[in-house]
């Protein structure tokens, strides 16, 4: 597995990859990423990784950069990522730490949905919310964006985006702090920052 190889910096994703806890059965976890690790879909559209709900199996050291390239991520937080934006494979950083998880030309699958009106509120709000200071720039977002042409409403199948949905979203240029759920049940913080692009 490329998290757990130092000597693998990109990893190169040809077919859809579906990660279980069983995966890392024999990996000693929390797998700590002390160098920029890029993950990869090698296919012309983005290729699946599906992240299944695993839950704190990686740490990355601050400074470190996680990219994801051409993927279309799903099964990669529980609950709401629009209250809690985040993946719950990777683990909150201590205090004072920082790290980047990049999503590049790929795409995030919701398993909900907020009403459109509802998203675009939120949408429009965050347009107008400060980025982190060590990514600036100008969040946009593009809502509704245009679903894939012939999408596939009957076919539970089908690669995710060739599926229809309610509707879509298009991260342009989207920087923000990653939050996690503390012991409350609130909102936290939990080191990371994410950019969209």
């Not at 051409?70 to 993946?87: D, E, H, K």
């Amino acid at each position: 597995m490329a998290f757990a190889d130092p000597g693998v910096d990109m990893a190169l994703v040809a077919s859809a990859i579906y990660l279980t806890e069983q995966d890392w059965d024999s990996i000693a976890t929390p797998v700590v990423v002390r160098r920029n690790l890029t993950v990869t879909g090698i296919t012309g559209d983005p290729a699946t990784l599906d992240l299944g709900y695993v839950k704190g199996k990686v740490r990355l050291v601050s400074g470190v950069t996680l990219t994801l390239h051409n993927l279309a991520l799903t099964g990669y937080r529980a609950g709401s990522f629009v209250l809690a934006p985040g993946l719950d494979l990777v683990l909150p950083l201590p205090a004072g730490e920082r790290a980047v998880v990049r999503l590049e030309g790929g795409a995030l699958v919701l398993g909900l949905c907020y009403p459109l009106a509802t998203a675009q509120q939120a949408a429009r709000a965050s347009a107008n919310t400060s980025r982190p200071l060590a990514l600036p720039g100008t969040n946009a977002y593009v809502l509704p964006d245009p679903l894939p042409p012939g999408c596939s409403a009957d076919e539970p199948a089908a690669p995710p985006l060739e599926r229809c949905y309610a509707y879509a979203q298009r991260y342009v240029d989207v920087a923000t702090v990653s939050i996690s759920v503390g012991p409350s049940g609130g909102p936290v913080a939990n080191g990371y920052l994410r950019r969209f692009t």
